[in-house]
């Protein structure tokens, strides 16, 4: 049995119970292949596989808190530190009803590859809890993040883990997180990324994760003699990396005609009103299908949908496994040219192989969505240097590192044969630089 084969063997046996970590490492083994091939023995001799696809830890903890009746509840938090070899721990915080140790895992691990795609010095991380601030009021949701962060803090830091944002996480939690940081710590540091302007936080963070989708989209399209201008673009999602992907999108030239949230999908053939979806999702939080009290012409579809609109750049930002066989069925059918992932993991092993079987280009999300982490990142650097850099200088910052992270995974992928092949292009990048640090730190 190959090395591969018996790592991924391992695995499966000792986490059966974790459907989304196995399918994020089976990706991701199966297409570094040819460059663990290429050192088996060096490798194998050093356990590298078998040391990248654990964690270094998983802290998990309860989190009692008590509402606006006076209900006390508990609910669970998990951090999961999972490579530091080349740099701090970093890793947003997502709150949502599904968080699990399996959801949990799958993302750290994505983290690692992602973090090191940017070229900046920062290793990989996830946490959360299953709370769900949806319906719950603003002491509610603070009094959680304190009982969370009581708890947390004792394992991170500026130089040590570096959490951000997630689903469910967004100023108001980091506020809440960081304030409550300072007060048992007794510091002021970067500990967290995502933060208001007023205490630490760096512009354009807001608009990074979809400004950066878009700028990947971008210079995908050119190297293949393609724009966005006059393009069809439909998005998943109406959170913040579909908001912003959207505003990149029409400043691109391109019609972006879907938006959805968990309750439904909307689809405007006019183009979004971008303005209004801000209205309702970042002021009112309301649900997505209010769209269409302003906009009679537009149609709301309650459930699943979006991936059977026309359209010749696909963007999923929603969640997980969002984007099914069938539906890449649909999308090729459509003509649709270009998928790339604003979510983490959102196209599952079965409708990534048929886009790319069907020569549709995809880009995974450890490449496609990792302008966010690379912002954070940039927050670091301010926060170190007690600097605040100006939008367009983050931003010019910003672009530059999607044009790197695109130059690095296709480049990658003709070095080894599989020229087009994104995937590949992006596990293999991440994996060889974390893999030379790993090598240098020894066995640890």
Known sequence: MKYIDRVYADLQKKYANQPEFLQAVREVLESIAPAVEKNEEIYEKNAILERITEPDRIISFKIPWVDDKG???????????????????????RLHPSVNPSIMKFLG?????????????????KGGSDFDPKGKSDREVM????????????????????PAGDIGT??????????????????????????GLSYGGSLARKEATGYGLLYIVDELLKD???????????????GNVAIYAAEKATQLGGKVVT??????????????????????????????????????????????????????????????????????????????????????????????KILQ?????????????AGGVATSALEMSQNSER???????????????????????????????????????ANIAGFEKVVDAMLAHGVC
Not at 357 to 369: C, R, T, Y
Request: proline fraction near 3%; charged fraction near 20%.
């Open 71 to 93: 209900q006390a509840h508990v609910n669970i938090g998990y951090r999961v530190q999972f490579n530091n070899s080349i740099g701090p721990y970093k890793g947003g915080i």
């Open 109 to 125: 691990f994505e983290q690692v590859f992602k973090n090191s795609l940017t070229s900046l010095p920062i290793g990989g991380a």
């Open 143 to 162: 009094a959680f993040c304190q009982s969370f962060m009581t708890e947390l803090y004792k394992y991170i830091g500026a130089d040590v883990d570096v």
């Open 170 to 195: 967004g100023a108001r939690e980091i506020g809440y997180f960081f304030g409550q940081y300072k007060r048992i710590r007794g510091v002021y540091e970067g500990v967290l990324t995502g933060k």
């Open 224 to 238: 293949h003699g393609d724009t966005l201008e006059g393009k069809t673009v439909v998005i998943s999602g109406a």
């Open 259 to 352: 938006m959805s949230d968990s309750t439904g999908w909307i689809y405007d053939k006019n183009g979004i009103d971008l303005a209004l979806v801000k209205e309702i999702k970042e002021v009112r939080r309301a649900r997505i299908s209010e769209y269409t009290k302003a906009h009679p012409e537009a149609v709301y579809t309650e459930g699943r949908g979006v991936w059977s609109v026309p359209c010749d750049v696909a963007l999923p930002c929603a969640t997980q496994n969002e984007l099914l066989e069938e539906d890449a069925k649909i999308l090729v059918a459509n003509g649709c040219k270009a998928v790339c992932e604003g979510a983490n993991m959102p196209t599952t092993i079965e409708a990534t």
């Open 357 to 369: 079987e069907s020569g549709v280009m995809f880009v995974p999300g450890k490449a496609a969505n």
């Open 387 to 425: 600097l605040s850099w100006s939008f367009e200088e983050v931003d010019e910052k910003l672009h530059g590192i999607m044009k790197n992270i695109y130059k690095n995974i296709s480049s990658t992928a003709k070095k080894y044969g599989m020229e087009g092949n994104y995937v590949a292009g």
